[in-house]
């Protein structure tokens, strides 16, 4: 598959990500893990990020999976667990206001417009109540 380069998200999940790798790696494996990045990103991603700069998705991917390979793990659970650090720091930061006030069903229905305010993709998240599962709907 061909990487776009074009689809970007914004700073708050990738600073997510960088908190999990702080607790996930050591220096050294972070370090490794940073080299295998274009060297204007890995310089970028030492740093603190901005919540409204972009990353390319394709990189993030990428940083994802060698971290996993230095952890000894599978892509998978380490992106799984990625994902989920990353949706608890959300819920108590910026998301915080809106798990406290919506109803879940207000919440789900709202996942569509916060994809969309995270992500530069042309596509939006669905929620399917048959399956109780997401999707992407090409626009």
Known sequence: MTRDESVTVKGSPVRSLQKFLDSELTAAQRDTVLRTLPSDFSARLRGPILPTETI???????LTEEAARAKGESVEQFARRAGREAAADA???????????????????KASQMWSS????????D??????GWFLVSH
């Open 118 to 125: 995270l992500y530069n993709l042309n596509e939006s998240l």
């Open 91 to 109: 819920v108590k930061g910026i998301y915080r206001f809106f798990a406290l006030v919506l109803t879940p069903q207000a919440l789900l229905s």
């Open 56 to 62: 390319p998705v394709y990189l993030l991917n990428r």
């Open 127 to 132: 929620f399917d109540e048959a399956t109780k």
